[in-house]
């Protein structure tokens, strides 16, 4: 059987981005059941890296959908904080649109660990 993740890979970035219809595919799939799981998130985490360019409304929604997973528990724990490291530096730059996001997340989130606070004041420098 086919694994349906590396073919749709292929598909959505046969022209090197997830353009702006596309998005709207697969926000409608990936929130359907109103929740954001890892396997979703690493789905879009690999679209992101793999992408010659990601177009504005792909990184719209990938950090809500990032966002929305990291914080269903309001909580940003050192797993997660990890996690998101491994994330943002996947190119080794910390841009604009990171940097937004990592603002809302800390607003956003009841409470968060240390490894988090200390990924947060690295990546604001």
Not at 11 to 25: Q, R
Request: neutral net charge; contains cysteine; glycine residues 4%.
């Amino acid at each position: 059987m086919a694994d349906w993740k590396k073919l749709l890979t292929k598909v959505l970035l046969a022209d090197g981005t997830v353009d702006a219809a596309e998005v709207k595919i697969l926000k409608k799939e990936i929130l359907a059941d109103g929740e954001i799981d890892s396997e979703e998130i690493d789905f879009l985490v690999g679209l992101r890296n793999s992408a010659k360019q990601n177009s504005p409304e792909f990184d719209k929604f990938f950090f809500a959908a990032l966002q929305k997973n990291l914080l269903a528990d309001g909580v940003i724990d050192a797993a997660e904080a990890k996690r998101l490291r491994t994330i943002l530096y996947a190119d080794k730059v910390i841009d604009a649109n990171e940097k937004k996001f990592l603002a809302a997340l800390k607003k956003g989130a009841k409470k968060t660990s240390p490894e988090f606070n200390k990924l947060y004041e690295e990546c604001m420098k």
